[in-house]
């Protein structure tokens, strides 16, 4: 195999660079494929060019890329395909292909690593981006506030501030403004009528935790200048500051490298595969919705059981300190609950802590399960509107455009028959070209929109992977439950078996049984 004599000049590193950002990496012959048709050569030379150099396993090093790039540099100065020609360049500079524009290269080269209509993006992946946590700001002793204040921190940015809801909406504005074709979760309502204020401010806490976190492990939007500001920003009116800082930012139809070729994204199936996802996915949502349901109430049952249980040692004591004294008449002579009477003042500690067991359940409950749930459902509502926007917004702007595009040419029509002036027909014509580039727009916005409702789809279908942990999760709660609320009632057992003496004691007439002392 002929060796590179010549000098390498910083192009060709420049070209080496952009296809291989790491080091060491080698290129695939699909890559080189795309990269050597940006020279304008025909297929035919192209792969003379290819049989030139070596290409094992489908890839090729450094040194061949060179090759490769010098024979296309002699092609273009009008020489043929041969390897003899390096020869005559030793020790001088090999020549330069044109290629076009070595940012289109990066581009290709990402392209080629990530394929842009599949995600390549794990749920694991997805929940490294970043750890969102939100908690309510305590209030200072005697300090009224009007307005819940809200402590978010993120693990990625390293950094804790503190939001309003009203900047929460200033946010939740933003991101529909730039991320019109993405998962948007809904934000919790400003106020619930029904509810105590206390339960209101823990739902909406936990609603804007979990709005924050899908936000913050969306594979698109994580790493956006509107989240870092978000999340990072540490001055004063903040909802007032977002708009500020982002008023007339572009959307990611206008900032994406993929805009342009939006059409070449979308599959000729996909019309049909997004109206059965999108049943799929709206059953599934059904069985999630009861699944979170039902978590829920198990939540609350554990929560009931606490209040339950620390009513019923409550009544116990109670009724172990009621000091009325009954008649002989009334009790013939039987003294049970007075005995008993003396041995239930000493249980409260122990129903307290099956009372502190059960509550503590529940709390498991809620956050490891019922909170996965609801982060889940949140996710498939948000898909579920995604696809609504794209249904009645960009279809219907679309054909709105071509109806205007139609009643344009129809007019043009009515112009030369009646035989308008041509100034006229001028004006005409200049506003069916304006509206024929609005058409590209509008279409090239419906196929963007298309192409990210499909990665959505797919991350949609990742993120299923919270119900693995959903159902593991209940099943360790369960089992810790259980076992710490049966190791306390075994505790308990031995001291309920002797709250009253035996029978035979009793008709010997022998004393009352001790109060049973609390081991706590």
């Not at 010098?70 to 009008?78: P, T």
């Not at 029509?413 to 014509?429: F, L, P, R, S, Y």
């Not at 993120?463 to 009632?489: D, P």
Request: hydrophobic share 35%; net charge positive.
């Amino acid at each position: 195999m002929t060796e590179l004599t010549g000098s390498v000049p910083p192009y060709y590193r420049d070209v080496y660079d952009s296809l291989c950002p790491n080091a060491n990496d080698e290129i695939t012959q699909q890559l080189l494929t795309k990269v050597l048709s940006n020279s304008g050569l025909e297929r035919t030379v192209l792969s003379q060019i290819w049989d030139c150099i070596e290409c094992k396993n489908g890839t090729i090093n450094r040194s061949n890329l060179y090759k490769a790039l010098a024979l296309v540099a002699f092609v273009q100065q009008g020489k043929g395909v041969n390897l003899k020609l390096l020869d005559n360049f030793s020790g001088q500079e090999l020549p330069r292909p044109n290629l076009g524009d070595i940012t289109n290269l990066k581009r290709l080269s990402k392209m080629n690593q990530k394929s842009p209509t599949e995600l390549n993006t794990t749920y694991a992946q997805c929940c490294a981006f970043d750890t969102i946590q939100v908690t309510l700001v305590p209030e200072k002793k005697g300090i009224f506030l009007k307005h819940v204040e809200y402590e978010v921190s993120s693990v990625s940015n390293n950094c804790t501030v503190k939001r309003r809801y009203n900047d929460f909406c200033a946010f939740h504005e933003l991101l529909q403004q730039v991320f019109p074709y993405r998962m948007i979760p809904k934000l919790p309502p400003k106020k619930v009528l029904m509810t105590t204020d206390r339960d209101f401010i823990e739902s909406r806490r936990k609603a804007l935790r979990r709005f924050l976190q899908i936000i913050a492990r969306h594979p698109a939007m994580h790493d956006s200048p509107a989240l870092r500001f978000f999340l990072s920003y540490n001055g004063h009116e903040v909802s007032h500051k977002v708009k500020e800082q982002f008023r007339g930012s572009p959307d990611e139809f206008l900032l994406s490298p993929l805009s342009s070729q939006s059409k070449e994204l979308v599959p000729p199936d996909t019309q049909t595969e997004f109206a059965a996802s999108k049943e799929q996915i709206k059953q599934v949502t059904t069985h999630v919705q009861k699944l979170r349901d039902m978590a829920t109430r198990i939540a609350e049952r554990s929560k009931g059981n606490s209040a339950d249980m620390q009513g019923f040692g409550t009544e116990l004591i109670a009724l172990g300190n009621d000091s009325a004294v009954a008649s002989r008449w009334a009790t013939g002579g039987n003294n049970v609950l007075s005995l008993l009477k003396q041995s239930f003042r000493g249980l409260s500690v122990e129903f307290s802590s099956i009372a502190e067991k059960h509550s503590l359940q529940g709390i498991r409950e809620e956050e490891g399960v019922v909170d996965q749930l609801n982060m889940l459902y949140d996710q498939l509502i948000a898909y579920h509107d995604l696809c609504e926007r794209h249904e009645r917004g960009v279809l219907r702007e679309h054909n709105s455009a071509l109806k205007k595009y139609g009643a344009l040419k129809n007019k043009r029509m009515a112009a030369t028959v009646t035989n308008m002036e041509q100034g006229g027909v001028d004006k005409i014509e200049s506003r069916i070209v304006a509206q024929e580039n609005e058409i590209v727009t509008r279409e090239n916005r419906n196929y963007f929109s298309l192409h990210c409702i499909h990665l959505e789809t797919q991350l949609i279908y990742a993120n299923m992977q919270i119900l693995s942990e959903v159902v593991a999760t209940l099943v360790a709660t369960q089992i810790k439950g259980h076992q710490e609320m049966s190791k306390l009632w075994e505790e308990l057992a031995p001291r309920v078996s002797n709250l009253l003496p035996s029978p035979e004691k009793q008709r010997n007439g022998a004393s009352s049984p001790k109060p049973p002392l609390s081991p706590h």
